[in-house]
Structure formats: C-alpha cells, structure tokens
C-alpha cells in the first residue's frame, strides 16, 4: 500500500501551450500520455524540453479521444484554456472560441473518464456574477457527469512567484473525493521581488547597476499578459503595467535581446528616461520557469509562450493538493529517458 502512494500518476494535457501547467503538474507527480496544442511553435517547445513526451499538433475542437486510447482512465484531465471572455456567457451563437474550448474540455471527460479534472483560466471566471450563467452551465453538465466541483482563485504571488497574477480554477472529482480536496495554502512568508529573482541575471554581463536596479526593484511584478497572436510585437502588458514597470525603471514597452551590459546606462530617477528592459528569459523567471526550459521560436512568438503560460508552481501545488485529494500525496521523482 505505502508503494502505491508514491506511485507517479498520469494526465492529458489539453491546450498545453509552452508546458507552464504540465511542468509544474510533472514536479507534482503527473506524468503527461499526451499534450495537445494546436500552435506548432508551442509543440515545437513542449518537444524540444521533454523529446519523451507524447505531443500532438492539433486543435482541441477537432480531438477525438477513441482515437488515443491511451487517454482513457487517466488520473487528470489538466487544461491550461484562453480566456473566456464575459460577453460568451450572453452571446450563445456563435459563441467565442474561448467558451467553445472550455465547453470542450468538459465534454472529453465523457471519452476520458479522469478521475480528477483541472482547468485554469482568469480568477473572474471563478467569481464575479457576470460569469455566471457560464459556470452554470460548466457545474450542471459535471453534476451529470457524476463529478463534484469547486471553484477557487489563487494568486502566484502566494506561491514562490514574483508576480501578483491571479487565476481563477476549476477542480473535480469522480465520486465524492472533493470533499478531501483542499485547495493550495498560501506561502507564510513574503512573495519574491522582481530584484531578488531577476538581480544576479541582470548583473551577468557586467553591467554595473545592477545592484543598485535590484535594491529598488523590492515588489512583485504586474500580470505578465502574452497579448495578441496575430498583431504587435512583444511587451509587458496594458498601459497600467508599463507604469508600474516604470516604477521599478523598466522600459516595459518592448523586450530587449540580451540583459544589459557594461556600457549600458541607468536613470534611477522617477522621472528619468533610461530604463532598463528585461529579456524573454527574464520574463520566463518572473513566470516561475527553470532556467533550462527553453521556448522555440522568435523573440516575439517566445515571449507570447511566456505570457501565456501557467507558472510551473502555480502548477506544482495544484497537482500536490489533487494529489493529497486522490490519496498520493508523496510523488516519485520522474524517470528521464
């Protein structure tokens, strides 16, 4: 008995984008028999950090789980979904592809029957009133389904992430397991800052205020948004972001190729002009990315991946308190190949 707690347990990846979700999910004790995505540069990046990992190019609308039958009676069905906007919940024709993605992956619990299911979208899908009819109709066909529901927010803040980003989830279980669910608790001590996380990159090329950047860099980031795949180039989020870079001087407007080096300046000034700008690797740090985990693609398509993803230990401790949920609270290290 005590072997099978530690057993590592298996999911399907849906909408997996750059793998924030299955990678933390993967130091939780989940082991991926299948990521889909329909972006070839996100399957591109999910295959070139975990060449293991079975990876399928596709859409979710158009997956048909009879045809992988090594999806059938996973642990968790895991989805990392766009944003469902609240006009989708007064607009039933022609609905937005968001809510026709989301109404999707409750659907494959049919073909799928997971004993667990997870889906991460924006924390006013949780909670606010305008959502409603949406969740409605997502908790009457899970009830159907004979699975039991919660809604909750987290904030990744509150999780080993330098970046005040909250996200609204959606658990179930077959059977009566929620009511041994508990959702994450947030860390006892203060959240990572920006200059912690991001100070000895900014000093690796030499650069020689990088000290006195991080010193004054003492708070969490803003939501990192990926923004538009089909217009603009890279930058850090809406107006109000750029001001809140602005404040630890950041040049949020754009995303630099490399940190800055010896010749680069510095106005620490509040109302000074140079600032300095941070890289698609930086940004993956504030998401709470290994080091190692690489993103395929240019700087514009990596750095949407970034925006995009699930922070990994947003991830991690999702999968630790479904774990503890489904009676395996100890996970396995995984086996690489």
């Known amino acids: ?33 299948l990521l889909l995505d329909n ?36 642990d968790l069905l895991a989805a990392g979904l766009p944003r469902v906007k609240a006009s989708a919940a007064r607009v039933r024709e022609n609905s937005a592809e968001e809510l026709r993605l989301l109404e999707a992956t409750v659907m ?23 959502y409603e009819p949406i969740r409605t109709e997502i908790e009457t066909e899970l009830e159907h389904l004979g699975y039991q529901h919660r809604w909750f927010v987290v904030n990744a803040m509150e999780h ?11 658990v179930a279980f077959k059977g009566d397991v929620i009511h041994d669910f508990v959702p994450p608790l947030p860390d006892t001590g203060p959240p990572l800052t920006v200059g912690e996380v991001l100070g000895p990159s900014m000093a ?39 001001r809140s870079w602005a404040r630890m001087r950041v040049n949020g407007a754009t995303v630099a190729d490399v940190v800055p080096g010896p010749e680069d300046p510095w106005d620490a000034s509040p109302d000074g002009t140079e600032m300095v700008k941070l890289t698609v690797e930086q940004a993956a740090r504030l998401q709470g990315f290994p080091d190692d985990w690489s993103f395929a ?41």
Not at 228 to 233: D, H, T, V
Request: aromatic share 4%; net charge positive; charged share 25%.
């Open 297 to 337: 693609g240019t700087k514009t398509s990596r750095y949407r991946q970034v925006g995009h993803a699930t922070p990994p230990p947003v991830g991690r401790v999702l999968g630790f308190a479904i774990r503890a949920a489904l009676g395996r609270p100890a996970p396995a290290p995984p086996v690489r190949r």
């Open 160 to 170: 080993g992430v330098p970046q005040d980003r909250k996200q609204g989830i959606l």
């Open 108 to 130: 494959l619990l049919h073909g799928v029957q997971p004993r667990a299911l997870l889906v991460e979208n924006l924390s006013e899908l949780a909670d606010r009133p305008a």
């Open 39 to 74: 972006r070839p540069v996100a399957c591109e990046t999910l295959r070139l950090n975990r060449p293991d990992w079975n990876v399928l190019e596709t859409d979710l609308l158009d997956f048909v789980p009879e045809e992988h039958r090594e999806v059938y009676d996973v």
């Open 204 to 242: 690796a090329r030499g650069w020689p205020h990088a000290a006195a950047w991080a010193a004054q860099a003492d708070r969490v980031a803003p939501t990192l948004v990926g923004g538009s795949w089909n217009r603009g180039g890279p930058d850090l989020g809406m107006t109000g972001s750029k």
């Open 1 to 33: 008995m005590e072997e099978s707690r530690h057993e590592r347990l298996s999911c399907l990846a849906v909408c997996a984008g750059a793998g924030g979700l299955a990678l933390g999910l993967e130091q939780a004790g989940f082991d991926p028999v």
